[in-house]
């Protein structure tokens, strides 16, 4: 089975930019779908982007889409989320997510993997 590391978070201001990593151990990333999903302060976890196995297929929720980008190195066995213009509302401890079936989806509960989480923090 694989082993995610999630790692890149931190603190930055409102409008800034952070690039989150998810380093995978124990099998080769290629095998897997993958996504990003985070806790807020109070909340449950939720969706925030997956990326296909198969083709790549990318999909966001409707509140990150435009600002955050998942892409994937099968070579380096690294899925990565790219956040631009940061809100405090994106407060949150950020997981990586792997499935084995092709399909990307958002449903949390089709994911078998997952990492420790990464805390990030954005100031107003």
């Known amino acids: 089975q694989v082993q995610l590391v999630e790692s890149g978070g931190g603190l930055a201001q409102a409008g800034g930019s952070l690039r989150l990593s998810c380093a995978a151990s124990g099998r080769t990333l290629s095998a897997y779908t993958m996504a990003w999903f985070r806790r807020a302060p109070g909340k449950e976890r939720a969706f925030v982007a997956t990326?296909?196995?198969?083709?790549?297929?990318?999909y966001y929720a409707d509140s990150v889409k435009g600002r955050f980008t998942i892409s994937r190195d099968n070579v380096k066995n690294a899925m990565y989320l790219q956040m631009n213009s940061l809100k405090p509302e994106d407060t949150a401890v950020y997981y990586c997510?792997?499935?084995?079936?092709?399909?990307?989806?958002?449903?949390?509960?089709?994911?078998?993997?997952w990492g420790q989480g990464t805390q990030v923090s954005v100031s107003s």
């Open positions: 990326i296909s196995r198969s083709d790549g297929t990318t």
């Open positions: 997510g792997a499935r084995s079936g092709l399909r990307a989806t958002s449903q949390e509960y089709e994911y078998n993997y």
